[in-house]
């Protein structure tokens, strides 16, 4: 059976409430007092692979997790908010630019762990030690077997061409994998080049921006649209379907990893970091080691379909498939600097 999202739950005031009630039930007073049996999780993150990831954890250590789940900027406000007072331990979010906002703002720290350092690369931890990814999502580009060639979209400016004018859909520019994408655009480009390509995607767009990433490749698969910006998973989530009209869709949809520079595709992270009050460090750090460890390295790719970030791990057919595939070297610092300045080409655009 497909593997499916865990269903997130709803955003705005009554979310926020609940997770506050939430707090209240599962990271209250006895991790606050630093409960040698707890870690206290504060995730943005909505997936089952991630249940599991703590279950094998508690069965492994005997530690439980208790968690908090917000969107990014909420999760991040919550932290602020709570000051020297939070209860949270460990942080983690699927988004490269939110982790580096939430280090500038001192919500998480550096600490030295050689077990960690060793497991991930260089390249995907945070130069000043303050977190680093779990797991990597390339930002590619679904497109129409039938009427699209694989060289026709190999590089990311070919989407903002005059030859797939009225051709390509894409979701909204307030998603955080498009601003992560454009982020690194400005960063290679600069911002004039990035706002020209913008401004090409715009003219080129079949419809207005909308629904999520499966919309998108279902979009092509419908003939509405000829290429569509998509995360690599969600069309192995589709090809590995029961469902014999997502096989059919997929056997006319490819994907193509765009290059940006000849550097390779641009790929978004998931990262981890430790609190900067987090009242369990010692249980924390357990936990965040436990992330790059096989166990879990292997649930990221086997669940969600994530490429991981430790090198050796056994990877499914699906995902091994597209493994070897560059990404883009793009520092981690660069994630977070440029997102002010992706929002405001987007707003320049017209990309709503």
């Known amino acids: 059976m497909i593997r499916r999202l865990a269903i997130a739950a709803a955003l705005g005031a009554a979310f926020f409430a609940s997770a506050c009630q939430q707090q209240a039930e599962t990271v209250g007073g006895e991790a606050a007092t630093g409960d ?9 993150r909505h997936y089952a692979s991630d249940e599991r990831i703590y279950e094998a954890f508690t069965e492994a250590t005997g530690i439980r997790v208790r968690k ?5 900027d909420q999760l991040i406000e919550r932290l602020r908010a709570e000051g020297e007072g939070s209860p949270a331990d460990v ?3 699927q988004d490269a630019g939110a982790m580096g906002r939430a280090a500038e703002a001192g919500l998480i720290v550096a600490f030295e762990d050689e077990v960690i350092d060793e497991r991930v690369p260089e390249h ?8 680093f990814a ?12 039938a009427r699209v060639r ?3 979209v190999d590089t990311y ?7 797939f004018r009225g051709r390509l859909c894409v979701r909204s520019s307030d998603n955080s994998y498009n601003l992560s994408l454009l982020s690194a655009l400005i960063e290679r480009w600069g911002e004039e080049r990035a706002l020209e390509w913008a401004r090409g995607v715009v003219a080129n767009m079949a419809r207005p921006p909308q629904g999520a990433d499966v919309e998108q490749i279902r979009a092509v698969g419908a003939g509405q649209c000829e290429v569509a910006v998509t995360n690599h998973y969600y069309f192995l989530r589709l090809a590995e379907s029961d469902d014999a009209a997502d096989q059919d869709l997929t056997s006319r949809v490819a994907l193509s990893f765009p290059s940006i520079g000849g550097q390779g595709a641009h790929f978004n992270l998931s990262g981890a970091g430790l609190t900067a ?9 357990r936990f965040l080691e436990f992330l790059t460890g096989p166990e879990s390295q292997a649930i990221f790719a086997n669940e969600t379909n994530e490429f991981p970030t430790v090198e050796g791990t056994e990877l499914p057919a699906d995902v091994a498939r597209y493994a070897g595939q560059a990404a883009d070297p793009l520092p981690l610092p660069a994630y977070a600097a440029r997102q002010a300045q992706a929002q405001r080409i987007f707003e320049q655009a017209g990309w709503r």
Request: glycine share 4%; hydrophobic share 45%; charged share 25%.
């Open 36 to 44: 040698a049996g707890v870690v206290n999780l504060y995730t943005a």
């Open 68 to 72: 908090i789940e917000l969107p990014a």
């Open 91 to 93: 942080v983690v979010i």
């Open 124 to 131: 995907l931890r945070d130069p000043q030690g303050r977190w």
């Open 134 to 145: 779990i797991a990597r999502r390339a930002r590619v580009v679904a497109y129409d077997t």
């Open 150 to 152: 694989p060289e026709e």
């Open 157 to 163: 400016e070919e989407l903002a061409s005059p030859r």
């Open 277 to 285: 009050h987090a009242p369990n460090r010692e249980n924390a750090i």
